[in-house]
């Protein structure tokens, strides 16, 4: 019998800065052991402990993440990190855990995997013969620029490789951090190789700092829009995930405020609860809204033809029902208001290239006639 892995860890309490509440173990793990606490009692003036972030640098095998999702607008992703610190709790990607025999819970957002090796691969991936250049969007999955960016910058290391290639990529992120990158998008943005997508949910930190706890604040988000906006890129607001009855209500004011701040295009996303999501998030409704717990199930429910997730191509960003057709309306009339998402321009795929360095190593190392090489076949 294999050995049993450490009991989930439960906190009585929500965890400062830490989206969720629980850790369950992998969906995949064949063995569990649970703890049996006998008339245990907890000291309330004891808070309760704060599991640090770990990081583990490994080289990925791979590096641009392919997909035929008929409702995704992009077909290629790159991540620089697996596992994300900004610990938000609806995220979709939280599920990806297990697949490293880890919890979708806490150990999504404290034990983090960057792949240290990504600019490398990509340069190797874009110099490939008969590579064909289309949209990679850079955070398609986790954050790009979570915190452990800022000391790590393979996000920025990956950026460096797309403007040698001339490579069109789009961004996705909730954090200001991707303002210290402007020099290098800006020089794409001249070209119409680059747009950026900020993701904005609530404009209350009350609400932003449990439900995104280590994500920027939302003016700083704001604040980050205007300044990629002021610098000439294009530059786009993202309202995801709308909470219904949590943060639906802002939906307007969102866009507002986005629009004010330079957006030019604009896209929302109804609150998806794939796999453990759906229970991590009832956790977090419990926890902080405990009044309004019912309520939020229910009129998710009514988007999601009577279940908490309904993953139908076509529907599962939007939802359906009376409430989802209303939310979509709102979101239209706000955008003609805001003249959002008037004109949307493709970025350029036809200045890609190779560096001439790389074409005459990629020459020196190919092998020639004669060589002991071709006497293999």
Same mark, same amino acid.
């Given at each position: 019998?294999?050995?049993?892995?450490?009991?989930?860890?439960?906190?009585?309490?929500?965890?400062?800065?830490?989206?969720?509440?629980?850790?369950?173990?992998?969906?995949?793990?064949?063995?569990?052991?649970?703890? =049996?606490?006998?008339?245990?009692?907890?000291?309330?003036?004891?808070?309760?402990?704060?599991?640090?972030?770990?990081?583990?640098?490994?080289?990925?095998?791979?590096?641009?993440?392919?997909?035929?999702?008929?409702?995704?607008?992009?077909?290629?992703?790159?991540?620089?990190?697996?596992?994300?610190?900004?610990?938000?709790?609806?995220?979709?990607?939280?599920?990806?855990?297990?697949?490293?025999? &880890?919890?979708?819970?806490?150990?999504?957002?404290?034990?983090? @995997?960057?792949?240290?090796?990504?600019?490398? /691969?990509?340069?190797?991936? &874009?110099? *490939?013969?008969?590579?064909?250049?289309?949209?990679?969007?850079?955070?398609?999955?986790?954050?790009?620029?979570?915190?452990?960016?800022?000391?790590?910058?393979?996000?920025?290391?990956?950026?460096?490789?797309?403007?040698?290639?001339?490579?069109?990529?789009?961004?996705?992120?909730?954090?200001?951090?991707?303002?210290?990158?402007? +020099?290098?998008?800006?020089?794409?943005?001249?070209?119409?190789?680059?747009?950026?997508?900020?993701?904005?949910?609530?404009?209350?930190?009350?609400?932003?700092?449990?439900? =995104?706890?280590?994500?920027?604040?939302?003016?700083?988000?704001?604040?980050?829009?205007?300044?990629?906006?002021?610098?000439?890129?294009?530059?786009?607001?993202?309202? $995801?995930?709308?909470?219904?009855?949590?943060?639906?209500?802002?939906?307007?004011?969102? &866009?507002?405020?986005?629009?004010?701040?330079?957006?030019?295009?604009?896209?929302?996303?109804?609150?998806?609860?794939?796999?453990?999501?759906?229970? &991590?998030?009832?956790?977090?409704?419990?926890?902080?809204?405990?009044?309004? $717990?019912?309520?939020?199930?229910?009129?998710? $429910?009514?988007?999601?033809?009577?279940? /908490?997730? +309904?993953?139908?191509?076509?529907?599962?960003?939007?939802?359906?029902?009376? @409430?989802?057709?209303?939310?979509?309306? *709102?979101?239209?009339?706000?955008?003609?208001?805001?003249? /959002?998402?008037?004109?949307?321009?493709?970025?350029?795929?036809?200045? @890609?290239?190779?560096?001439?360095?790389?074409?005459?190593?990629?020459?020196?190392?190919?092998?020639?006639?004669?060589?002991?090489?071709?006497? /293999? @076949?």
């Amino acid at each position: 019998m294999p050995p049993a892995p450490p009991p989930a860890y439960r906190p009585a309490a929500p965890i400062k800065g830490r989206g969720a509440l629980s850790n369950e173990r992998s969906r995949f793990e064949q063995w569990r052991r649970e703890a =049996e606490v006998e008339q245990a009692v907890e000291d309330e003036a004891d808070p309760p402990s704060r599991p640090e972030t770990v990081v583990r640098l490994h080289d990925a095998r791979s590096i641009i993440s392919r997909n035929q999702s008929p409702d995704i607008p992009f077909d290629a992703s790159l991540n620089p990190y697996q596992g994300c610190e900004h610990g938000c709790i609806y995220c979709y990607a939280r599920p990806s855990h297990a697949y490293l025999g &880890l919890s979708a819970g806490l150990d999504f957002e404290t034990r983090l @995997f960057a792949k240290e090796n990504a600019a490398a /691969l990509l340069e190797k991936e &874009l110099s *490939r013969k008969g590579y064909v250049p289309q949209v990679i969007v850079v955070g398609g999955n986790t954050d790009p620029y979570q915190p452990i960016e800022r000391d790590l910058g393979i996000t920025r290391s990956v950026l460096q490789v797309m403007e040698r290639f001339s490579h069109p990529l789009s961004i996705t992120t909730k954090s200001g951090l991707v303002t210290r990158d402007i +020099d290098i998008l800006a020089r794409m943005a001249k070209k119409s190789l680059v747009r950026v997508f900020v993701s904005v949910t609530s404009l209350k930190n009350e609400i932003s700092r449990t439900l =995104e706890p280590r994500a920027s604040a939302p003016a700083r988000r704001l604040a980050a829009m205007r300044r990629l906006s002021e610098a000439g890129i294009p530059v786009g607001v993202l309202v $995801a995930p709308v909470v219904p009855a949590v943060t639906d209500m802002e939906l307007e004011a969102i &866009l507002g405020s986005a629009a004010e701040a330079g957006a030019e295009s604009a896209a929302y996303i109804l609150l998806r609860l794939p796999r453990e999501v759906a229970g &991590l998030f009832q956790e977090w409704l419990q926890a902080h809204y405990p009044l309004r $717990a019912a309520h939020v199930q229910s009129l998710l $429910a009514q988007m999601r033809g009577g279940k /908490l997730y +309904d993953a139908s191509f076509g529907s599962r960003m939007s939802g359906t029902g009376v @409430f989802a057709d209303l939310l979509r309306q *709102r979101f239209q009339l706000a955008c003609k208001r805001l003249k /959002l998402n008037n004109e949307r321009l493709g970025l350029r795929t036809d200045l @890609f290239a190779v560096p001439p360095e790389i074409q005459a190593d990629t020459r020196r190392r190919r092998p020639g006639p004669g060589t002991p090489q071709l006497d /293999l @076949f």
